[in-house]
């Protein structure tokens, strides 16, 4: 008999994951491209979560090749978590996977609180995203009750993978490296100089080109000037994002590549200034569904 299942999604900018979680069963996973509404047009949503409806159909076919697309989706609630999922943006993926699931009890969040649920559950907390952007929040348990406007990779971003990379290529070009890493840096990803002031200011998305160059770091990160790099980039985050909630009692979680590959610089920065760091996820996905089980 076919009961009650969840699917939950967790949407960056670059990659989507999706879990389809029911009892007594396997989890199913699927990873699509990321989803961002404020980015995305309406026929380019439709056509991921179309994909995802149709890949997960293909799945349960298997176990059962009598079960009707209609019945299925009629069974699910979905919660997706996605950037850009804020008014009036996150309609459009609610009519996406409105007209893919049909029938399906649908809630559209932002991916900042899918984190909080994921990292606190239930309890208070503050939690932050470190991956390609950065975003924090104070949590009472159940929803965001103080955000500090993170403001993208230009204005703000403190601690990200795009602010990381950004700060890494200004360092090698002004000569705050050395010649041996400008060189190294230069020949790892086959870049001039030339080459990296277009791909910041004239080619599209230049978070993501940034954000690319972040392998550099974990390879050198031996390196004092590399380790000062990322231990500033971190304590900015702290200072000008976690610390303005005044809530130093309460541990500070985080989910994202950047925040795991570099645990043991973000639990020294933090360390420093005075903050308790609880959990370090590099994907909530498991954590959100979870929440919702």
């Known amino acids: 008999m076919l009961g009650k299942m969840t699917l939950v999604a967790d949407s960056g900018s670059t990659k989507t994951s999706w879990l389809l979680r029911r009892a007594g069963y396997d989890d199913i996973r699927v990873e699509t491209v990321g989803i961002n509404p404020v980015r995305d047009s309406d026929s380019t949503i439709g056509t991921v979560v179309g994909g995802v409806a149709a890949t997960l159909g293909s799945y349960l076919s298997v176990e059962s090749d009598s079960l009707s697309h209609s019945l299925w989706r009629s069974k699910l609630d979905i919660f997706f978590y996605g950037a850009g999922c804020i008014e009036p943006f996150k309609s459009a993926v609610e009519d996406a996977l409105r007209l893919s699931f049909a029938g399906s009890t649908i809630v559209v969040e932002s991916d900042l609180l899918g984190a909080a649920r994921a990292l606190c559950g ?9 991956g390609t952007g950065s975003n924090s929040c104070l949590y009472d348990g159940h929803e965001i009750i103080a955000n500090i406007p993170p403001l993208g990779w230009i204005l703000g971003d403190e601690g ?134």
Request: net charge negative; proline share 4%; charged share 25%.
């Open 160 to 293: 990200s993978g795009a602010v990381l990379g950004r700060r890494l290529v200004s360092d090698a070009l002004k000569g705050e490296l050395g010649d041996a890493l400008r060189s190294s840096l230069l020949e790892r990803f086959a870049l001039s100089p030339t080459d990296i002031i277009d791909k910041a200011y004239r080619q599209p998305q230049p978070n993501r080109f940034l954000a690319s160059l972040v392998p550099f770091l974990v390879e050198h990160r031996a390196e004092d000037c590399i380790q000062e790099l990322i231990i500033d980039s971190f304590r900015s985050f702290f200072r000008r994002n976690v610390k303005k909630y005044g809530r130093d009692d309460l541990p500070v979680n985080f989910v994202g590549g950047i925040a795991s590959q570099f645990s043991e610089e973000l639990l020294q920065s933090a360390e420093t200034e005075g903050l308790i760091v609880g959990r370090i996820e590099r994907s909530p996905i498991t954590l959100m569904a979870a929440f919702h089980d």
């Open 122 to 130: 239930h309890s208070e907390g503050i939690a932050c995203i470190l």
